[in-house]
């Protein structure tokens, strides 16, 4: 079982960048494939983007690509998500969430409370 807890949510305006943290209890977090979701107001969650448990692997919703990196540190049991050129639309809470399957595969059983995220024009 792992516990995740957000941060680095915040107000920026459109263009601007900010970075969220994923921090994970347990000595297990490197058996875990870490993604980020995200819900607007009005909206269904989305997938955001994805990393599996050795951090070689990603996968990214298609409006995010080459703007958003995923990343982990398993020595310091983080996750992080460094968003680029943000846009109004991506506003939104940014969820953590943690799986025991594979990177396309299983279902995120663990997740955190979410952090928001406010880009203005």
């Known amino acids: 079982q792992v516990h995740v807890v957000e941060s680095g949510g915040g107000l920026v305006q459109a263009g601007g960048s900010l970075r969220l943290s994923c921090a994970a209890s347990?000595?297990?977090?490197?058996?875990?494939?870490i993604g980020w979701f995200r819900q607007a107001p009005g909206k269904e969650r989305e997938f955001v983007a994805a990393?599996?448990?050795?951090?070689?692997?990603?996968k990214y919703l298609d409006s995010v690509k080459g703007r958003f990196t995923i990343s982990r540190d398993n020595a310091k049991n983080t996750g992080y998500l460094q968003m680029n050129g943000l846009k109004v639309d991506d506003t939104a809470v940014y969820y953590c969430?943690?799986?025991?399957?594979?990177?396309?595969?299983?279902?995120?059983?663990?997740w955190g409370q979410g952090t928001q995220v406010t880009v203005s024009s």
């Open positions: 969430a943690a799986k025991a399957g594979l990177l396309l595969i299983g279902t995120y059983a663990y």
């Open positions: 347990g000595r297990t977090f490197s058996s875990y494939v």
């Open positions: 990393i599996d448990r050795s951090g070689d692997n990603t």
